[in-house]
């Protein structure tokens, strides 16, 4: 080691109060930074995966036909090969969960005023494989018996002013295009963090819509669920996988992920990113500002030790070397640190979580539901950056007063106050 770095050393464990509250100041920036980050990009992520838990699914096929008239939600064309696709699925790994579905346009009524709703035909058992629609119920799931339960929006049910236990109803046009209408219990209501469900959604099972829809267990579309990665492209990767190879097994049927059902939303979220950059480089400017201020201070208070040094024989830029080693030292020393703590804090966010209704309690968000919990992400990019990062930023702070105390008169620094 030369000279230099080590005068630097020893000047850092000499001044280890200074060193200490410097480093924590860079490790508290670097935290910082971490954290929103991985919370940042958590909040995207909890929103992606509430598309795909209530709506998308991962992977869905429709008949080409069915897709081409999808608006409609047609009881006309039936993929008739479910038992061969999820045998093929099953062999697939990647693969959690596969389901039926059918939907149709209906109206509900209480009798003195009708709605306009959506229904939702399900397989109980399964569909709980890959939506997570049971768990956002307010009373019960189906039944063994469900030829005459509903599970309605919480909204709609709330517009209605009908709530669980009492008799609703359901109005549709059968397979057969006839109309029917019949009396269903509301067992549940749906609260999600989707309004378009807690506002015009119905559901019924398969059992109840072979009577009601003459359905003759008809299926218009069928999902695949897959398990979560913590890495988001590691998702986005298999997905794309299994829907190339549906897609060259079964040519007759569309295959869609939630990529391309979802463009809409993902489109809104990459607008939110770029608010979220923006965001981010306000937090970089102020762990930079409170880095190099920390670093510049440390320096001004030792100015007057620079004019012994250069009344010892140190040259100029000697003394702008030596202070650029104590920075070098003390930002690797608060990098280090500021690393090491922002992946154990990211850590428990990743595994645990945040509850979100835990952390808003009682502020008003205007009617926006705030509920579930938001989960961290590894972002090793982001945590490389902000080690060099905060390594420059010390060494910058450091080398603007130095240079400007090595070039004033050494009387004038021994008097320096």
């Known amino acids: 080691m030369g000279t230099l770095p080590k005068i630097a050393f020893r000047n850092i464990l000499r001044n280890k109060r200074r060193t200490f509250f410097s480093a924590i100041t860079i490790a508290a920036g670097l935290i910082l930074l971490i954290y929103m980050d991985s919370v940042m990009e958590g909040m995207n992520r909890a929103g992606i995966d509430n598309m795909i838990d209530l709506s998308t699914s991962s992977v869905k096929l429709n008949t080409t036909e069915y897709y081409e008239h999808k608006k409609s939600l047609p009881l006309k064309y039936g993929i008739m090969n479910l038992p061969e696709i999820k045998n093929f ?18 109206e509900l009524s209480n009798y003195s005023e009708s709605i306009p709703v959506q229904g939702t035909v399900i397989a109980p058992q399964t569909d709980k494989q890959v939506f997570t629609i049971s768990k956002n119920i307010i009373g019960k799931y189906f039944s063994q018996n469900s030829q005459n339960q509903i599970i309605l929006g919480k909204t709609l049910a709330k517009d209605l002013d009908v709530t669980n236990g009492d008799y609703i109803t359901l109005y549709a046009l059968t397979k057969f295009d006839t109309h029917n209408a019949d009396e269903f219990e509301i067992i549940g209501l749906l609260n999600t963090t989707d309004p378009n469900i807690n506002n015009n959604s119905v559901i019924i099972t398969y059992e109840a819509a ?22 988001y492209k590691k998702l986005i990767s298999k997905v794309n996988i299994l829907k190339r190879k549906l897609e060259n097994q079964f040519p007759q049927l569309t295959t869609k992920s939630f990529l391309e059902l979802g463009a809409s939303f993902l489109e809104i979220s990459k607008q939110k990113k770029v608010f979220g950059f923006v965001f981010m480089i306000v937090i970089l400017l102020i762990a930079a500002v409170g880095i190099f201020n920390s670093v510049l201070m440390s320096v001004y208070e030792r100015i007057r030790e620079i004019g012994i040094l250069l009344a010892h024989g140190f040259r100029r830029f000697e003394i ?42 009682d502020i008003d968000m205007g009617g926006i539901p ?47 106050e």
Do not use: C
């Not at 790994?93 to 059918?102: C, D, E, H, L, V």
């Not at 579930?372 to 910058?396: D, K, P, Q, R």
């Open 210 to 231: 072979n009577v009601f829809l003459d359905l003759e267990n008809l299926i218009t579309e069928i999902d695949i669920s897959f398990e979560r990665p913590v890495q």
């Open 89 to 106: 699925v099953k062999n697939e790994s990647m693969a959690k969960g596969i389901t039926p579905r059918t939907k149709f346009l209906g």
């Open 370 to 416: 705030v509920w579930g919990t938001i989960y961290g992400t590894w972002n090793i990019g982001l945590m490389i950056f902000a080690f060099i990062f905060g390594i420059l930023v010390s060494v910058l702070a450091s080398i603007i007063p130095a240079r400007k105390a090595a070039k004033m008169q050494i009387n004038r620094i021994l008097r320096f």
């Open 320 to 361: 702008t070397f030596l202070f650029m080693w104590e920075g070098l030292i003390i930002g690797f020393l608060g990098s280090s640190l500021g690393i090491l703590l922002g992946i154990i804090f990211n850590y428990f966010l990743v595994t645990n979580g945040m509850a979100m209704d835990k952390m808003v309690k």
